[in-house]
Nanobody
Framework: QVQLVESGGGLVQAGGSLRLSCAASLYIFSVYAMGWYRQAPGKQRELVATITSGGSTNYADSVKGRFTISRDNAKKAVYLQMNSLKPEDTAVYYC??????????WGQGTQVTVSS
């Protein structure tokens, strides 16, 4: 069984910070590319940030310079540090694990709400 569990969401004022965590039960966590995605009401799910097994990162232009993705293979966890939050960051944030042949898996999501 594969299970991803997000935590750390909540309500924060614009300009504030939150750190999201994702705990993964993947048997061989280190081979997976990990990512954070988000979905706002009425919008498509979009990529926020990814990190490869080698530690290379990519970010959506909208969050570049404000968000940082990281991973801890020993803890089988991935994190998203979110700074300088804006109301448009309000969304449900989902953790994703992907590896060709092993599958792509999603967490249940955690709500992030940024007030103006």
């Amino acid at each position: 069984q594969v299970q991803l569990v997000e935590s750390g969401g909540g309500l924060v004022q614009a300009g504030g910070s939150l750190r999201l965590s994702c705990a993964a039960s993947l048997y061989i966590f280190s081979v997976y590319a990990m990512g954070w995605y988000r979905q706002a009401p009425g919008k498509q799910r979009e990529l926020v940030a990814t990190i490869t097994s080698g530690g290379s990162t990519n970010y959506a232009d909208s969050v570049k310079g404000r968000f940082t993705i990281s991973r801890d293979n020993a803890k089988k966890a991935v994190y998203l540090q979110m700074n300088s939050l804006k109301p448009e960051d309000t969304a449900v944030y989902y953790c994703n694990a992907n590896y060709p042949g092993y599958g792509s898996h999603w967490g249940q999501g955690t709500q992030v709400t940024v007030s103006s």
